[in-house]
């Protein structure tokens, strides 16, 4: 039986999940396949960690260039994260000839123009399924079973930390601190949850995703951003009176010429299938010109669901060097209607407005007709009544509103003194 | 640039929609994999019909011997539908050394294990994407995408006018036949809706999913198949009151030595995603040993969303093609844990249940008293309230039970002079 070499570079959580799966179930794909697929280095700057699993200490080695030079290695895995020296890896890998498997989507969203161009010069390829949504085979989905579609819009919940406390905070009451504090415990949230809580890795996907759609490669700069650490317990109660539920969407949607690329709380309907995904799990949601709206769901995150993606990249790039050819990966076209992007400002949406405004008559009448002169809708309102208290919020519904138009508003609203509190406006998705 | 020649047989929706994609997508496809794909013949046996697209004249044939005989064609799309005469032309494709892409489920589903034994030894491929959840590439991900994944099961809903007329009795009180009617009306149903509305269709589609996931072809006599014809409003509502909604599923599910496959109506729990399924759209669950729980969600039907998927094959096999090369589609390995088939009697489930009773006391104690002997536990149990009827409705939940035990207790109960109907028992799932 044919035999096809791989090496690792990086031996944490993921990579000891692929060197697992790939021993565990070497029968299984030598069967399906009918080609072993054999590691024969695996490199990490701490090869004398302790991991959940034993290997011949003569795979092993401190240096990664062991892997990159080895003639025999036919894939190199990259799976140390982060952007240097991984993105130095991957180049070398490509330049000595050797196909890429990662999950390293800061990388990609950041330099996966530049690599994906290299690796086409270089007649190689670069597989990245683990980078979105984990185990979900939504990259293959995208470029490949959907491959005479086009897009109108891909949006999802793409980052499993965020969806655990936003849930954790609808279904158990938690403050957002609280829910936060147990993610981390849990092992879901790391010690700094910055990139995750902020919605910079849903970001870094979404730039994997709108590629993937729409054919070009947005920078993280250009995405309008905005995390949960701001979404108030209150919020998420208020919002599921009114039949919602606050989820953490990254969205990028085709507007006339224009692409409109976005992260941020969002208030989506509890009859929507992304209402009902909660805890760690993904889901992304793609509208088609052909196969119409679609969903994808699964875990986003852990070690054998990653390591699941990682290692049916490698049997689609052994399917090719099986035959000994170059079968590069189809070409994202960029769509030609496209020409710029979107700017926050420019959006329409409804939105969910939270006013906190001293309990004296007259105060809604205020915030009513400030509205109503910015030529903005009020969908419904509701008073919440607070015994004692002396800040009182007032909840709004508004009908679909230019961005621009509504912060103008807010802006004047909130500069009376009845407001007692910065207003909260979310976004409001119903496709 | 590379052409690749397809010949289609049957020229109906779903062939008037791949030839209508393959001419407006031709740029953006071939930009995408660099190959130029062509129709060169078109078998219909009504070749006059009319269509909503427009050929040349010369494209068009009577007989589906011009395709198959035609040394140019590499692929050949059959989609008649139906065993005969679809199978004789399969066969005589892989023999003429073609490819075939088909959406022939009811086919594959009796002869699939013989044709894809045949196209192997023609060195040739059957793709079938479009055979199970039209335009959702579900073959795709269970095949390639999770690749090195054991399966524990796989549901879901596999029949969009099923689903539909569900759907219609759920959300607008419809009563069955007025849901078929107008499902009929819409063009959701054919003119004789037994294969939809008795589960043929969807145990057609499971016995591929089910082939994919663990291996083996089951035949549909040995498949449990209830349809929803029998589905009533009041079911509907009462199971509304405690949660569920109804749905046909499809479920094919490991229990230990033995392969559970059924298609029946079935309560699912108001939180689980498939109960946000409405209308004609599809969804098919799978549990997976590495990537976990997963839902693939979309429109089951419609002539694009069909040949969203038709094309995506047709790509597929010109990536070969292009080449030279047989790339043989990934086997299916039986799972060794599998021995044999699980009759429907041995299932342990829960179940809604209702019985129609005289009003009159004592009733509830008679049936709890023949459950309680014979060791089945209720769950929840609602008398509901019918002024001046005769006949009185009593609902409840149970805890799981042998179906065995369920059935010959229902029979028992079923004989008391208080109860005035067949008493009805709904599988829940809750997985």
């Known amino acids: 039986m044919k035999k096809i070499t791989v090496g690792l570079i990086g031996f944490g959580t993921v990579g000891s999940g692929v060197v697992k799966i790939l021993r565990e179930k070497k029968k299984l794909l030598s069967e399906k396949i009918g080609i072993e697929i054999s590691v024969k280095k695996i490199a990490d ?8 699993i034993k290997v011949d200490s003569g795979l092993l080695t401190a240096k990664a260039q062991d892997v990159l030079d080895d003639p025999q290695i036919d894939i190199v895995v990259e799976l140390i994260g982060g952007i240097n020296p991984a993105k130095d890896f991957i180049i070398r890998a490509l330049k000595q000839g050797k196909n890429v498997v990662t999950a390293n989507k800061a990388l990609l969203a950041q330099d996966g123009k530049e690599l994906f ?4 010069d270089c007649n190689k390829n670069i597989y990245f399924e683990a980078s979105v949504g984990a185990g979900i085979p939504i990259i293959k989905a995208l470029r490949e079973g959907l491959v005479a579609n086009n897009f109108n819009d891909v949006f999802g919940i793409l980052n499993g930390t965020s969806n655990y406390i936003l849930s954790q905070m609808s279904d158990n009451n938690y403050t957002f601190q609280k829910a936060l504090a147990e993610a981390q415990a849990k092992g879901f949230a790391e010690k700094d949850p910055t990139l995750d809580i902020e919605g910079i890795d849903s970001a870094h996907k979404l730039i994997l995703l709108t590629y993937l759609c729409f ?5 993280l700069k250009d995405i309008f951003l905005e995390g949960i650490s701001n979404v108030s317990l209150d919020d998420i109660n208020y919002a599921k009176e009114l039949g919602f539920e606050i989820k953490l969407l990254a969205i990028a949607k085709k507007e006339n010429d224009s692409l409109d690329v976005r992260v941020h709380p969002t208030l989506v309907p509890e009859s929507h299938l992304l209402s009902q995904v909660t805890g760690v799990n993904n889901a992304i949601h793609v509208s088609s010109d052909l196969a119409g709206e679609l969903l ?37 076209v960029a769509d030609p209607a496209i020409t710029r992007l979107c700017r926050i400002d420019e959006i329409e949406s409804r939105y ?15 915030i009513a007709g400030i509205l109503a002169k ?18 009182v919020p007032i909840v709004m519904v508004i009908h679909g509103a230019k961005e621009k138009d509504l912060r103008a508003a807010l802006n004047m609203i909130d500069k009376m003194s009845v407001i007692k509190q910065k207003s909260v406006a979310i976004r409001i998705e119903e496709e």
Chains 1, 2 share one sequence.
């Open 45 to 52: 700057k701490d090869i004398s960690a302790k991991r959940n």
């Open 117 to 120: 161009a290299l690796a086409r």
């Open 215 to 219: 054919g070009r490669f947005v920078d």
């Open 296 to 332: 994808f769901y699964g875990p986003g995150a852990g070690q054998l669901s990653a390591a699941s993606a990682v290692v049916a990249d490698i049997v689609d790039l052994t399917q090719d060097l099986k035959a000994g050819l170059f079968r590069p990966t189809l070409n994202a």
């Open 352 to 366: 969910y407005i939270r006013f906190m405004t001293s309990d004296q008559p007259g105060v809604l009448a205020k």
């Open 374 to 391: 910015s030529n903005i809708s009020i969908a419904s309102v509701t008073q919440k009544e607070k015994r004692k208290a002396q800040v």
